[in-house]
DNA sequence: CCTTGTCGGATCGTTCAACAACTCTCTATC
DNA sequence: GATAGAGAGTTGTTGAACGATCCGACAAGG
């Protein structure tokens, strides 16, 4: 997993000799290095989130995490900027922060921007090197065991996993970045929700039929069939929400 | 003060009656009230940036900017965030905030985002209410005027905007923020660049063909043309890259 | 009974000052 | 000439403080 961020290594002056060595020494130290207290304190809250701990319209009090994490509350509210601009949490100004409250609109813009994504970069895969589809395989076991143990959490999990590497396929930072965005905030909607298993169940053989189609280079149908399985999963999603607002409204 | 004009009915449930009409007044209060400090300053920065005052590479000083804009620290390096997450300016650990030097990986990750996004909405466009195009003719008509007048800035910030509206047709909020980043960044690029004129003035002609193609509800056409378009754009913005690094290596 | 104005507690927005941690540069040393 | 280390300068983080704003409750008025 290189991480081309732009700009880092300053080819000018000194004795750059050994370079190529210590390039990734410098590299690996980086990447282990790159954690600040704030951005620890994120990956903490954005794991809470993600896994649906704390519930939509849950407002997360500066006081109270500022005694449970120790970090002082400058640092927690940069964390806080962190998740906003991830979309996990919305910041309502001299209110706080709290976690999203998706309605059908927000379900509906973003499976628009996912099947833009989705579908074109699918569309655009050709000569690809079928090793690369080896990371999509694992996912769509991975699904399909949870599925035998009837553990549909981790069915949704792994669907999560097989999108994200399959927009992968197209070698864009930016558009993975965008990509897991999206499925980040998609999965705050299935938990608002439940019933996961209505929601995964469908989706962990035709994750398999379009790894199928990849395989076979048929680009073209794979894009087509991913077209209907996401309007599919969108309508579905959508009454499920539908549903559940009818209980409780 | 409220005198319900007429117009705004629901004729559902509860005592929601006027309820559009609130609607519209809250997001215009809410989108008044988005005036943190923190925003204004970001905004601020955003502009200097944008508007490429600032050489890529530079390095923003906090205590400079501190005793300039008259903000705490903390709230200064809020602005940071905001704006390092709109791809504005990169972050650097214990080492401050630069605006990004792109190198040519980031300008073919940025237009195979920017195809993905742009082609794909075009492509999806099917009955569309000709009146949603009158922002991209003014667009159109701004850059036309800016060639003439030979200010080849003006004529690329038309042109921004152009491929923003064009965007905006989609409808989706998220589609939306995706391409603004996106062009921020790549207007970062064409500052980097120079030589606004080679860069933009092929494509005062090829916006109008495009909306010709559009008005005429010849969508896929206009997909077609929209992605030559955006290849050749590329190529062009990388010989010039390429062009300048020769010069300033 | 419902609306409107007022008050106090709680929380957020922002500032400030201080110290720790880190990077960069320059110098002394081998 | 390369290396190690000291020092200066900058960022990272903390904790406390004060004003501004939101929220719920309660009283005054129609």
């Not at 990734?24 to 954690?35: I, P, Q, T």
């Not at 806080?80 to 706080?96: A, D, I, P, Q, Y």
């Not at 699918?122 to 079928?130: K, S, T, W």
Request: hydrophobic share 40%; with cysteine.
């Amino acid at each position: 997993m290189a991480s081309p961020s732009a700009a880092d290594d300053d080819p000018g002056r000194g004795p750059d000799t050994h370079a190529g060595w210590l390039r990734a020494v410098a590299e690996e130290v980086r990447s282990f290095d790159r954690s600040s207290t704030a951005e620890r304190v994120a990956e903490l809250l954005r794991h809470r989130v993600i896994e649906g701990d704390l519930p939509p319209g849950h407002r997360l009090s500066e006081e109270q995490l500022v005694d449970v994490l120790h970090v002082s509350r400058n640092t927690l509210r940069e964390a806080f900027r962190l998740l906003t601009h991830e979309g996990l949490l919305v910041h309502r100004l001299h209110r706080g922060v709290f976690v999203p409250e998706l309605d059908e609109d927000d379900l509906v813009d973003l499976y628009r921007l996912r099947r833009t994504i989705e579908c074109d970069v699918v569309r655009r895969l050709h000569g690809l090197d079928p090793v690369r589809l080896r990371p999509l395989h694992d996912d769509v076991a991975a699904g399909e065991d949870a599925a035998r143990r009837g553990d549909w959490v981790a069915a949704g999990t792994a669907n999560m996993r097989f999108h994200q590497h399959l927009v992968a396929l197209a070698g864009s930072r930016r558009i993975d970045e965008t990509a897991a965005r999206l499925l980040a905030e998609l999965r705050l909607a299935f938990h608002s929700v439940g019933a996961p298993q209505r929601l995964h169940e469908p989706y962990v053989g035709r994750n398999r039929a379009l790894l199928d189609l990849l395989v076979a280079g048929e680009t073209d149908r794979a894009a087509k069939e991913l077209e209907d399985y996401l309007h599919d999963s969108e309508a579905e999603l959508l009454a499920a929400f539908r549903d559940r607002s009818r209980r409780t409204p």
